[in-house]
């Protein structure tokens, strides 16, 4: 039985969500639907790809991820299914991959009628293209059989480092600022400033400040992550995606 999850921006509301589960439902009756979320703001691009980093990772191999956030939809950006470390991924090739799988196995174009909807709307490709590519996938199809090789074109605007400062790449619903810089690249002993505010030192977790105060740490992604303590550090500060974080080398240690 194949696994396939669904990551949106389209709510719940609507029947956008509904429309993608019966096609995968009629085309592949014995399929499990997973719904991961479908509360990325609409058109954020970014966020999902952060929430595929989230998830992926930890679902069973050859497990089927279908990912739409798609403001480019109907334009020139290729409908892919993308082969990455025994997962599969299916979407826009407009940056939505590009954090998980900066270097994917490979990508093909979808492309062969068995694997869309006839006469797929401009305007619903998860419906007619997402979905279907899914469920054939689902019922045995190989991913090199939707259509041709293709490289990768979508790119995402991560986080640059800029000398000894990073930028906040992620805002999560606890308003938690969330940066791409790995434990390995903090020196030790750094001290961190964000929105004006310094923090002396990593935290091994939120126990180790008082209510109310503010915290970097290292997040269950292995990255560095900033904090309010039983607060919302992004509504605190006035910090979002973008936010400059500097990182405070010690005397005689270089910056990242």
Do not use: W
């Not at 690249?185 to 939120?206: H, M, T, W």
């Amino acid at each position: 039985m194949s696994i396939v999850t669904l990551i949106t921006d389209f709510g719940t509301t609507d029947g956008y969500v509904g429309a993608m589960k019966g096609v995968l439902y009629s085309r592949a009756p014995s399929v499990r639907v997973v719904d991961v979320t479908h509360d990325i703001h609409p058109h954020d691009i970014a966020g999902a790809a952060h929430a595929l980093t989230n998830s992926v990772p930890y679902f069973p191999d050859r497990t089927i991820h279908v990912c739409v956030v798609d403001p480019g939809v109907g334009g020139e950006r290729k409908a892919v299914i993308v082969v990455n470390n025994d997962q599969i991924l299916v979407g826009p090739d407009n940056g939505v991959f590009a954090l998980l799988a900066p270097r994917p196995q490979a990508a093909y174009e979808i492309s062969e009628p068995a694997y869309r909807r006839d006469r797929p709307s401009m305007t619903f490709h998860g419906r007619d293209i997402f979905a279907s590519a899914a469920a054939e996938l689902a019922r045995g199809g190989r991913p090199e059989d939707a259509g041709p090789q293709v490289v990768l074109r979508g790119r995402l605007s991560l986080e640059s480092t800029t000398g000894a400062a990073v930028k906040v790449a992620h805002v999560d619903v606890f308003g938690n600022l969330i940066t791409n810089l790995r434990k390995a690249r903090i020196p030790k002993q750094a001290r961190f400033r964000v929105a004006g505010r310094d923090i002396a030192s990593l935290s091994k977790n939120y126990e180790n400040v008082g209510e109310g105060e503010l915290l970097a740490y290292i997040g269950s992604r292995g990255t560095l992550e900033l904090a309010i303590r039983d607060g919302n550090a992004a509504e605190s500060l006035g910090a979002s995606r973008g936010t400059v974080v500097e990182i405070i080398s010690p005397p005689g240690e270089s910056t990242i």
